[in-house]
């Protein structure tokens, strides 16, 4: 596990220097064998290490590594672009399980991220936030950002949007049969994850409206 770890943490962040090796390994096994076809494969691995390498890389973390913390100590901007965004160079330290820390890197493209969405959502620098490693290869981590305070505010906040949306229509026209239901229904999913007694007591007090409207 530890030597897939380190496999995994190097052509994952260093997708320039995977792709020599790539051109060497091959290359060599080209010579050796004098088949040529063995250099169709060195493009095709290369993009797809390039595209999709942290999400491999997440995957086996966190199915495989154990919960620790981490804190972010440095955000550096750097000049080159991804998605119109500038990346940044991350570095921070992890919490090993003799309770010392480990020095560790990851940039913007390079970070690992559980779980695996379209989106690049990295924690506050000074903040404590879960990762998960194989021990014995610290540096290697996943960031378990749905689990950190940021990801479960963000996670909140993305629940209560079709409320506020719902609760908009429907204060616009309280009469409205489907703006009542649809209001109802983003509570009750908002309620399914979050309790909250008013949010309850309004769902209570929709049904009766929305009985009174028949």
């Not at 260093?14 to 020599?20: A, R």
């Not at 820390?101 to 390079?110: A, P």
């Amino acid at each position: 596990m530890i030597l897939l770890s380190k496999i995994l943490f190097f052509t994952s962040h260093h997708g320039f220097y995977t792709l020599i090796l790539l051109f060497i390994f091959f290359g060599l096994l080209s010579y050796l064998t004098k088949k040529a076809w063995f250099l169709i494969p060195i493009i095709p691995l290369a993009i797809v290490n390039g595209f999709g390498g942290q999400f491999l890389n997440a995957w086996f973390l966190n199915t495989y590594g154990v919960e620790s913390t981490a804190v972010i100590t440095s955000d550096v901007e750097t000049n080159s672009t991804f998605n119109d965004m500038y990346i940044h160079d991350y570095e921070a330290i992890v919490k090993k399980q003799d309770g010392k820390y480990i020095s560790t890197f990851f940039s913007t493209t390079t970070a690992a991220i559980y779980p695996i969405e379209n989106t690049i959502r990295i924690p506050q620098t000074e903040q404590t936030f879960p990762v998960k490693y194989i021990p014995g290869y610290e540096k290697n981590i996943v960031i378990l950002y749905n689990r950190s305070d940021e990801g479960k505010a963000a996670l909140k906040y993305s629940k209560l949007a079709p409320v506020n949306s719902a609760r908009i229509k429907y204060e616009a026209d309280k009469t409205n049969r489907e703006f009542i239901e649809e209001y109802i229904s983003a509570l009750e999913d908002y309620v399914d994850s979050y309790e909250d007694e008013n949010s309850r007591l309004k769902i209570e007090e929709l049904k009766k409206e929305l009985k009174q409207l028949k």
